[in-house]
């Protein structure tokens, strides 16, 4: 899959007209029905006006190949820390207001259990080794005082998600260290889970922890990996299709200045 072309269908071609002639050149073309600029994103060159223009040093940094397809997956894994943190907060809340009021909670409970039984005996399930239940029946028991610092707990694990993915989604350079050590620090609690029970859920979540984890390591260079800091910022750099012709541009005029010396007597 083209990523460049296929943001550009979804988003629209990143087209920009520097002011230097020599850089303007090499991303303008005339062509019978009009101009065309070179679009920063996928290289092809668009009809009409360009998008915007200015100096080749505002122009904008725009992801492409390898380093878009990237970006697109942070934003998946941050689209998902933000479901989680939804889940949490809800959970949070609902344990805030299970502490209110207990009874009334604990009477609604026991009237319904009866009802989940039946319609758990005609599917086959045993409601009563069932975690879920269990865990629902203890937290009846929980003071308010627990049920308090439960809820803090469930808050304060949404905003560590909410963070990650706020990183993940800006694609910023703490988010992919503060991805990796907030996932990395939950994951002995993921493997203990798994060997009281394995799950498809469990299993999957442990899954995609692990290779969010292996693969921002690899591909971002953190703490030193593949290269370190310096080749991720150099990557990100020469991906750049502007700093590309600009090199090119630098290039040229560097052997112009060879041949015109070369050529004195």
């Given at each position: 899959?083209?990523?460049?072309l296929?943001?550009?269908?979804?988003?629209?071609?990143?087209?920009?007209?520097?002011t230097?002639?020599?850089?303007?050149?090499r991303?303008?073309?005339?062509?019978?029905?009009?101009?065309?600029w070179?679009?920063?994103?996928c290289?092809?060159?668009?009809?009409?006006?360009?998008?915007r223009?200015?100096?080749?040093?505002?122009?904008?940094?725009?992801?492409?190949?390898?380093?878009?397809?990237?970006?697109?997956?942070?934003?998946?894994?941050?689209?998902e820390?933000?479901?989680?943190?939804?889940?949490?907060i809800l959970?949070?809340?609902?344990?805030?207001?299970?502490?209110?009021?207990?009874?009334?909670?604990?009477?609604?409970?026991?009237?319904?259990?009866?009802?989940?039984?039946?319609?758990?005996d005609?599917?086959?399930?045993?409601?009563?080794?069932?975690?879920?239940?269990k865990?629902?029946?203890?937290?009846?028991?929980?003071?308010?005082?627990?049920?308090?610092?439960?809820?803090?707990?469930?808050?304060?694990?949404?905003?560590?998600?909410?963070?990650?993915?706020?990183?993940?989604?800006?694609?910023?350079?703490?988010?992919?260290?503060?991805?990796?050590?907030?996932?990395?620090?939950?994951l002995?609690?993921?493997?203990?889970?798994?060997?009281?029970?394995?799950?498809?859920?469990?299993?999957?979540?442990?899954?995609?922890?692990?290779?969010?984890?292996?693969?921002?390591?690899?591909?971002?260079?953190?703490?030193?990996?593949?290269?370190?800091?310096?080749?991720?910022?150099?990557?990100?750099?020469?991906?750049?299709?502007?700093?590309?012709e600009?090199?090119?541009?630098?290039?040229q005029?560097?052997d112009?200045t060879?041949?015109?010396?070369?050529?004195?007597?």
């Amino acid at each position: 899959m083209d990523f460049s072309l296929w943001t550009c269908a979804a988003r629209g071609h990143e087209t920009y007209a520097p002011t230097e002639p020599e850089l303007a050149v090499r991303l303008h073309v005339a062509t019978p029905a009009g101009e065309s600029w070179r679009c920063l994103r996928c290289g092809d060159f668009v009809p009409g006006e360009p998008r915007r223009s200015g100096p080749a040093d505002d122009a904008p940094e725009v992801p492409r190949g390898h380093l878009l397809r990237d970006r697109i997956i942070m934003r998946l894994l941050a689209t998902e820390r933000i479901i989680r943190a939804l889940v949490l907060i809800l959970l949070g809340a609902g344990v805030l207001k299970l502490r209110g009021s207990r009874e009334h909670w604990k009477s609604n409970w026991d009237k319904d259990l009866p009802l989940i039984r039946q319609l758990a005996d005609q599917i086959g399930f045993n409601p009563d080794h069932s975690k879920i239940i269990k865990g629902i029946d203890k937290a009846f028991t929980f003071s308010p005082n627990v049920l308090t610092w439960v809820a803090v707990a469930l808050f304060a694990y949404a905003a560590i998600q909410l963070v990650e993915a706020t990183g993940l989604w800006l694609v910023k350079r703490w988010g992919e260290y503060f991805a990796v050590i907030a996932t990395s620090i939950f994951l002995p609690l993921e493997i203990y889970e798994l060997t009281e029970k394995v799950t498809v859920l469990r299993a999957g979540a442990l899954l995609i922890n692990l290779a969010a984890v292996i693969w921002l390591l690899w591909s971002k260079s953190l703490f030193g990996l593949n290269g370190g800091a310096k080749k991720y910022f150099a990557e990100h750099h020469s991906e750049s299709l502007m700093t590309v012709e600009r090199a090119a541009v630098a290039a040229q005029s560097e052997d112009r200045t060879e041949r015109i010396v070369t050529q004195r007597p």
